[in-house]
C-alpha cells in the first residue's frame, strides 16, 4: 500500500485509535465486526467498489455503511468504518486491507488492555517458528481449498489451552483468511503489528551458540541507537550458520557469518 492510500491509512488508524484504545477488552468485539466488514467486502465487488470509489461523496458511503450494519454492530465499529470509507483508496484492495489492519489493530488492543500484549507477540512468533518442520501442517493451514473447520481444528488442535486467547484468535484468523499469503506469513505480519504497537522494531537474529544476557543487553542497545527505536531481539540458534551473526530488521540484513562469507567467495570464484 503506498502513496494516497498509505496516507489514508494512517490518517484513520490515528482516528480510530481513541475508539479501541478506550474500549478495553471490548475490543475485541470490534476487531471480530471489522473482520466480519472484511469477509462481506471480500464477497462483494459491487459492495467494494462502492466503498472506494473516489468519485462519491463520503457522506454517501457512511449512509451506505450505517444502512448495512443499522443496530447490528458496536456503534464504535461503526464510527471506524465511516472514518475509513471516508478517505480515498487509490485501489479497492487497499480498503480492504485498511479494515482488516484496523481489525488486527483493535484485537491486539484488546491485548494491550489486560498487559498480555507482549506475550501475545512472543508467543505469534513461536508458533511462526515452530512450523519450519512441520511442512504437512503449513500446507493445510494455507490451503485456502482445505475447509475451514478442519483448518481451524488442525490449529486449534496445536494450541488450544497452550496460548493467550488474543493468539489463538490471531492464529486462526491467519489461517482462515491468509489474504494471498501463506500461513506463515501471514502470521508473521501480525507479530509486525503486535510489535509496532508496542512501539518497538524486531530483530531476527541467528547465531550458532545462545548469547549471553550481556551480549544479548548490548546488542539491542546498539540496534536501538541505530535505527531510533526500542528494539525488541528474536533469537534463533542454528548451527548450520557456522560462527558469527545475522541480523534481520524488516528488509535489512547483516549478515557476518562464516556460511555467507563462504557464499560469498563461493559466488566470485563461480562469476
Not at 455503511?65 to 483508496?89: F, K, N, P, Y
Not at 543487553?217 to 551473526?245: A, C, F, Q, W
Amino acid at each position: 500500500m503506498r502513496g494516497t492510500s498509505q496516507a489514508s491509512l494512517t490518517a484513520t488508524r490515528e482516528q480510530v485509535e481513541r475508539h479501541i484504545a478506550d474500549a478495553g477488552a471490548d475490543a475485541v468485539l470490534i476487531g471480530e465486526q471489522l473482520y466480519s466488514f472484511v469477509d462481506a467486502l471480500d464477497a462483494s465487488g459491487a459492495l467494494r467498489r462502492a466503498l472506494a470509489d473516489p468519485s462519491r461523496l463520503p457522506a454517501d458511503k457512511a449512509t451506505l455503511v450505517r444502512d448495512l450494519l443499522g443496530d447490528q454492530a458496536d456503534e464504535r465499529t461503526v464510527a471506524i468504518l465511516v472514518a475509513t470509507v471516508s478517505q480515498r483508496w487509490s485501489a479497492e484492495k487497499d480498503l480492504v486491507e485498511a479494515i482488516d489492519i484496523l481489525a488486527t489493530d483493535a484485537i491486539l488492543a484488546a491485548a494491550e488492555s489486560r498487559g498480555t500484549l507482549e506475550t501475545v507477540e512472543g508467543e505469534i512468533f513461536a508458533i511462526t517458528r515452530s512450523m519450519s518442520g512441520q511442512r504437512e501442517v503449513r500446507r493445510i493451514l494455507s490451503d485456502v481449498t482445505v475447509s475451514t473447520q478442519r483448518r481451524i481444528g488442525l490449529l486449534d488442535s496445536i494450541l488450544a489451552g497452550r496460548v493467550d486467547p488474543v493468539t489463538q484468535r490471531l492464529a486462526q484468523r491467519a489461517a482462515v483468511s491468509p489474504r494471498g499469503d501463506v500461513f506463515v506469513t501471514r502470521l508473521a505480519r501480525i507479530g509486525d503489528r503486535a510489535a509496532e504497537r508496542r512501539q518497538r522494531t524486531i530483530a531476527t537474529v541467528t547465531v550458532s551458540a545462545p548469547l549471553s544476557a550481556a551480549h544479548m543487553e548490548r546488542l539491542e542497545r546498539v540496534l536501538t541507537t541505530s535505527y531510533g527505536k526500542p528494539m525488541h531481539l528474536n533469537i534463533t540458534v542454528d548451527p548450520d550458520v557456522v560462527g558469527g551473526i545475522r541480523i534481520q530488521v524488516g528488509a535489512d540484513v547483516i549478515d557476518s557469518t562464516v556460511l555467507a562469507r563462504l557464499t560469498q567467495v563461493q559466488r566470485r570464484l563461480a562469476g
